[in-house]
Nanobody, 125 residues
Framework: QVQLVESGGDLVQAGGSLRLSCIASGRAFSSYAMGWFRQTPGKGREFVAA????????YYADSVKGRFTISRDNAKNTLYLQMNSLKPEDTAVYYC??????????????????WGQGTQVTVSS
């Protein structure tokens, strides 16, 4: 099990940028696939991006491809999400997640076992 704490959420204007961070506790961070999900009121938690355990492969939702970049620093037990060209529809609570998730399942929230508490991102028009 790993404990996750997100930070970096803020209020930003459309077109702006933010970088989210997710710090993990525990020595097994480098063995976990990591993902970012987001949720708005009345909607389910949707996949945003994921990285394999060594960061060698990354995956993105079509809605963020080309604007968001997921990365991880296993030496620092930290996951990042660089968000550029933000749009009002990116407004949500963003969660990081960890799990022993096979590559074919990295978009499935049900396959992640550990979740952070979330950080609010608000994009104004």
């Amino acid at each position: 099990q790993v404990q996750l704490v997100e930070s970096g959420g803020d209020l930003v204007q459309a077109g702006g940028s933010l970088r989210l961070s997710c710090i993990a506790s525990g020595r097994a961070f480098s063995s976990y696939a990591m993902g970012w999900f987001r949720q708005t009121p009345g909607k389910g938690r949707e996949f945003v991006a994921a990285a394999t355990s060594n960061g060698g492969s990354t995956y993105y939702a079509d809605s963020v491809k080309g604007r968001f970049t997921i990365s991880r620093d296993n030496a620092k037990n930290t996951l990042y999400l660089q968000m550029n060209s933000l749009k009002p529809e990116d407004t949500a609570v963003y969660y990081c997640a960890a799990g022993q998730v096979p590559v074919w399942a990295v978009r499935n929230r049900g396959d992640y076992t550990d979740w952070g508490q979330g950080t609010q991102v608000t994009v104004s028009s």
